[in-house]
T-cell receptor
Framework: GAVVSQHPSWVICKSGTSVKIECRSLDFQATTMFWYRQFPKQSLMLMATSNEGSKATYEQGVEKDKFLINHASLTLSTLTVTSAHPEDSSFYIC?????????FGPGTRLLVL | AQTVTQSQPEMSVQEAETVTLSCTYDTSESDYYLFWYKQPPSRQMILVIRQEAYKQQNATENRFSVNFQKAAKSFSLKISDSQLGDAAMYFCAYRSDWDDKIIFGKGTRLHILP
């Protein structure tokens, strides 16, 4: 149980375009999901908390207009990187919570050219 | 604010041997949860073990066990009979009882020597 999927696993896009990443809880409902960003050889950096049916809560320093989060259902949260630039290239990971434990998706590698 | 410290950026252990990864944390709370996550080269974060602070008994999951010292705010992970598949980055993490957010340490990269 507690499987979280992400799609796509890899995306390459041109600078200025927008990219949408989906995060799904496959076998459970998640009222709360989290979005992280991870740079090479570093720990996970929390970007935002996604709550079903309400606006996401962004961490300090994260541009909410840049990283749009929508949690439309109890099993799906999406992260849209708008007007992507090369500095947005990174590894993005989502997680969903059961009780006190977060279960993570496999991550999405984004490369902006 | 809570912090999680992993003082060993890298460690190596011979296959079949035992290794202990260190983690300390700082909090003023009495109720919280502690976790160890593993991130292999695939970069998929995998839950290794979980400890509730109110439980005195150390958590165990097969070859993985923890030494939870609440007063010392220490939460080390012991891996017995190390296997090649244990090679990964290991993250210690803290979660408050009242907040869903997890605070991660910087990680320890574990190498398994054949």
């Amino acid at each position: 149980g507690a499987v979280v999927s992400q799609h796509p696993s890899w995306v390459i896009c041109k600078s200025g375009t927008s990219v949408k990443i989906e995060c799904r809880s496959l076998d459970f409902q998640a009222t709360t999901m989290f979005w992280y960003r991870q740079f090479p050889k570093q720990s996970l950096m929390l970007m935002a908390t996604s709550n079903e049916g309400s606006k996401a809560t962004y961490e300090q320093g994260v541009e909410k207009d840049k990283f749009l989060i929508n949690h439309a259902s109890l099993t799906l949260s999406t992260l849209t990187v708008t007007s992507a630039h090369p500095e947005d290239s990174s590894f993005y990971i989502c997680s969903a919570t059961i009780g006190e434990t977060q279960y993570f998706g496999p991550g999405t590698r984004l490369l902006v050219l | 604010a809570q912090t999680v410290t992993q003082s060993q950026p890298e460690m190596s252990v011979q296959e079949a041997e035992t290794v202990t990864l260190s983690c300390t944390y700082d909090t003023s709370e009495s109720d919280y949860y502690l976790f160890w996550y593993k991130q292999p080269p695939s970069r998929q974060m995998i839950l290794v073990i979980r400890q509730e602070a109110y439980k005195q008994q150390n958590a165990t999951e097969n070859r993985f066990s923890v030494n939870f010292q609440k007063a010392a705010k220490s939460f080390s992970l012991k891996i017995s009979d190390s296997q090649l598949g244990d090679a990964a980055m290991y993250f210690c993490a803290y979660r408050s009882d009242w907040d869903d957010k997890i605070i991660f340490g910087k990680g320890t990269r574990l190498h398994i020597l054949p």
